[in-house]
């Protein structure tokens, strides 16, 4: 069957695999029936591990699922998986293990993003015709394969259901012919028992009860195992067809005008771009030589306000660079000898000048630490930022010496290096130790935002806790179930410490920090394994380790269950007169 024309992509020896014949209808309709059936399945398999308080080893089970459904069902279409899809494999692997590895959000929606991404990659290159390499072309068209299969996985499965599987081919199978003949017998028998269960239950109150008990039915729990069980598997059927059934001929196409710009206007652009750069830059060296002096009578604010209020802006103005770049080298009519000369000329003083601007933003970022301290947001940021420097560095030596098709192989690799070591280094964890060691240089510490933090962190917010003193100051009030409140008694020596240590917001921080710590890892917390991961593991072992200290911190239960009030400070004493 004709396809409709596409981007041209490399030939490579040896990576062509024969497809299936789906031009045959009979071949078509076993796999869109074996694609219907593996999404229905997997629609329940997403309803049973989905369900969970927290995500964790549930998306790792729910990926490889999916994956497992692609390849095996990728196998029947082709004689061998082709080449682009086969490699695309590991990192789908390894971004599924991921989320059995950190338990904090920012984290897992780095990885769900990862993963559908990837996942889409892999779909599209189940899609590419013998000889091609998906990861050899372009930026643009990859992107516009991903979006097809986005498209797909959202708007297939009706097509799916409706052309593609044959109802009379669906149900002449041995095992579906078993269920249609179940289904009819249900039908048959049903109306039966209602008749004649009615007319015992009337008969009978006691037989009435029992029945109650049986079929003791919540609808609302079924109408949302139904609704859930359906969205899943209508996304998996969408997708698995885009990636097995539709082909090239059914890819959704953005229309981009290549080399519809001549050099004036690109030029013109981009010079702009330069100019504003550069007066920013000289603005920029001006205040590394003047210090604080120059910031405070030129912007009235201190060095570290200065730092706090232009770091996320500079990094916004970092990202935006390279799509601005990519497309100004698609746009570039090269219709001169000198237009691609004077592009390469233009974007490398750009990037000269951002270089210094996100050395700008790193700076700043460096004082922000210093002055507030560390947070999620600042880290990741600047890890970002990190990226970001090696992938316009991977665009200064592959786009502008030529190299086009090979910036999306490194951009790739880039990015799923980074999240892996992101995931490996616990953001949490370096957040939480930092600022417990600028607290303890005598810096404020906010313990309810390492609270926040989630299991990742709890293990040193449990190790500075029974580090402090574990009782209230003296002179403060402890409430009690029955009676009137009692002065708190340290079960631990209250040692002088700085007085950031015995405030009333420090200590009773403390105390809900020791609270949370219990009621979500403690030793008597009930667990499930959807929600395990390596981090929340490890938070189980810490608060396990520590629940005598942190017991004694959180302070008294009324009912086993509920905590009364954290300790109080006693009222103030107004002076006569």
């Known amino acids: 069957m004709p396809s409709a024309p596409s981007s041209p992509l490399p030939e490579i020896p040896g990576a062509a695999s024969a497809p299936l014949a789906l031009d045959a209808p009979e071949e078509r309709r076993q796999l869109a029936t074996r694609i219907l059936a593996e999404a229905l399945l997997l629609g329940v398999v997403g309803d049973a591990v989905m369900r969970a308080p927290t995500p964790g080893a549930n998306l790792t089970v729910w990926t490889v699922a999916v994956l497992i459904a692609l390849v095996t069902l990728a196998r029947r279409r082709h004689d061998s998986i082709p080449l682009d899809a086969r490699w695309l494999i590991a990192p789908t692997l390894a971004i599924a293990a991921l989320f059995t590895w950190r338990a904090s959000e920012s984290l897992v929606v780095y990885n769900v993003l990862a993963a559908v991404g990837t996942l889409a990659l892999l779909a599209s290159a189940m899609q590419v015709r013998p000889g091609q390499m998906i990861l050899e072309s372009r930026l643009r068209d990859v992107a516009e394969r991903v979006f097809s299969v986005g498209v797909g996985a959202l708007l297939g499965m009706p097509r799916l259901v409706v052309v593609d599987v044959s109802l009379r081919e669906a149900t002449s199978t041995r095992g579906a012919t078993r269920v249609v003949a179940g289904l009819r017998a249900a039908l048959m028998a049903i109306p039966l028992l209602l008749i004649f269960g009615g007319l015992f239950a009337s008969a009978d109150p006691v037989f009435a009860r029992i029945l109650g008990d049986i079929f003791d039915i919540d609808g609302d729990v079924v109408a949302s195992h139904v609704i859930l069980s359906g969205f899943f598997a209508w996304i998996v059927g969408g997708f698995l067809r885009t990636a097995l059934l539709s082909g090239d001929r059914a890819r959704a196409s953005i229309p981009f005008p290549d080399g519809a710009l001549g050099l004036t206007e690109v030029g013109v652009a981009l010079g702009s771009l330069v100019l504003l750069f550069a007066a920013f830059v000289a603005v920029q060296f001006r205040y590394f030589f003047g210090g604080d002096a120059l910031i405070s009578q030129t912007a009235g604010l201190s060095y570290a306000d200065y730092a706090r209020k232009g770091f996320f802006e500079l990094v916004t103005v970092s990202a935006l660079v390279l799509p601005v770049l990519l497309s100004a080298n698609a746009l570039l009519r090269r219709d001169t000898s000198n237009a691609v000369r004077i592009y390469r000329v233009l974007a490398s003083t750009l990037l000269v000048l951002l270089a210094v601007i996100m050395y700008s933003a790193i700076a700043r970022m460096r004082l922000y630490q210093a002055a507030y301290g560390l947070s999620i947001d600042r880290f990741e940021a600047t890890v970002f930022m990190g990226w970001l420097a090696l992938v316009l560095g991977w665009f200064a030596f592959t786009v502008l010496r030529g190299r086009d098709k090979r910036f999306i192989g490194g951009l790739l690799v880039s990015a799923w290096g980074t999240l892996i070591a992101l995931n490996v280094a616990n953001p949490a964890d370096i957040v939480a130790r930092g600022n417990i060691a600028r607290g303890e240089r005598g810096k404020e510490l906010d313990v309810g935002y390492l609270q926040s933090l989630g299991a990742d962190a709890a293990p040193a917010l449990a190790e500075y806790l029974v580090r402090q003193p574990l009782s209230p100051p003296p002179g403060w009030t402890t409430p009690t179930p029955n009676g009137p409140?009692?002065?708190?008694?340290?079960?631990?020596?209250?040692?002088?410490?700085?007085?950031?240590?015995?405030?009333?917001?420090?200590?009773?921080?403390?105390?809900?920090?020791?609270?949370?710590?219990?009621?979500?890892?403690?030793?008597?917390?009930?667990?499930?394994?959807?929600?395990?991961?390596?981090?929340?593991?490890?938070?189980?072992?810490?608060?396990?380790?520590?629940?005598?200290?942190?017991?004694?911190?959180?302070?008294?239960?009324?009912?086993?269950?509920?905590?009364?009030?954290?300790?109080?400070?006693?009222?103030?004493?107004?002076?006569?007169?």
Do not use: F, H, M, Q
């Open 485 to 577: 409140s009692t002065s708190g008694a340290s079960s631990r020596p209250a040692a002088p410490t700085d007085s950031s240590l015995t405030t009333r917001s420090d200590y009773t921080a403390r105390c809900d920090a020791a609270r949370s710590l219990l009621n979500n890892w403690g030793p008597t917390v009930t667990r499930d394994w959807r929600s395990w991961t390596v981090g929340a593991s490890a938070a189980r072992r810490a608060v396990t380790k520590n629940a005598t200290a942190l017991r004694s911190l959180a302070g008294k239960e009324s009912d086993g269950t509920n905590y009364l009030r954290c300790a109080e400070p006693p009222p103030p004493t107004i002076p006569a007169g």
